[in-house]
């Protein structure tokens, strides 16, 4: 069997510009032999972090909601692909939520130093961000691509590359204002 790929798509819109890209990218792992999952982050159902702090002595967390299951598959698989657009200058805030849910994998890795990845599949796991804008601002791309290299150092995925993509069709003052500032 191939590579296990999941992909994680930070937009609600289905048939939106980013979940495009996505299926882009799955088509060709597919047509690579690869298996892959789609998880469509802002349909699931899941608390933000409440710092309990309960995932520094354990290998998951105390919130039972959605989560759990995510967490089995993400040290499963041998690659990762986020999409998601840019809002507000980032991350889309269920995302960024989603993201926060991880510290089961930074006390694992960085406090107890017990990593959650098996390192021989550490070696090959790789990371791949798709992310689009509305406006084509210098910066436009900055804040989100830092918080998914940090995701994925905490998931144990070799940032392997980024396609960012803007779409210039938010050409008006708010936006502007935002990059600039
Ligand atoms: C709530 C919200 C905030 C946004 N904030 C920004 C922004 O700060 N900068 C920007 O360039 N585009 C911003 N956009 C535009 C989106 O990045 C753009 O429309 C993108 O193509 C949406 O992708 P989707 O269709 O896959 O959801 C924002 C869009 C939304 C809905």
Known sequence: MGMKIIGLLGSPLVK???????????RGETDAGCE???????????????????????????????????YEKVRE????????????MGIPGKFKGF????????????????PLVDP????????LYF?????????????????????FQINDCKYWDQRANPRYGYDHGYYSAAGTA
């Open 131 to 151: 992310v689009i804008s509305g406006m084509n601002l210098p910066n436009v791309f900055d804040g989100s691509k830092r918080t998914i290299q940090s995701f």
């Open 36 to 70: 892959v999952e789609n998880i469509v982050v802002p349909f699931l159902d899941f608390s933000p972090c409440m710092e309990i702090m309960y995932c520094k002595e354990h290998t998951t967390c105390r919130l039972k909601d959605d989560m759990i299951p995510i």
């Open 99 to 114: 993201m926060d849910r991880f510290q089961v994998f930074f006390m694992a890795k960085f406090v107890r130093k017990q």
């Open 77 to 88: 698989v041998d690659s990762i692909i986020v999409a998601t657009p840019v809002m507000t």
């Open 16 to 26: 939106g510009n980013t979940a495009k890209l996505l299926d882009q990218a799955f």
């Open 120 to 127: 021989v599949k550490k070696k090959h796991r790789r990371g």
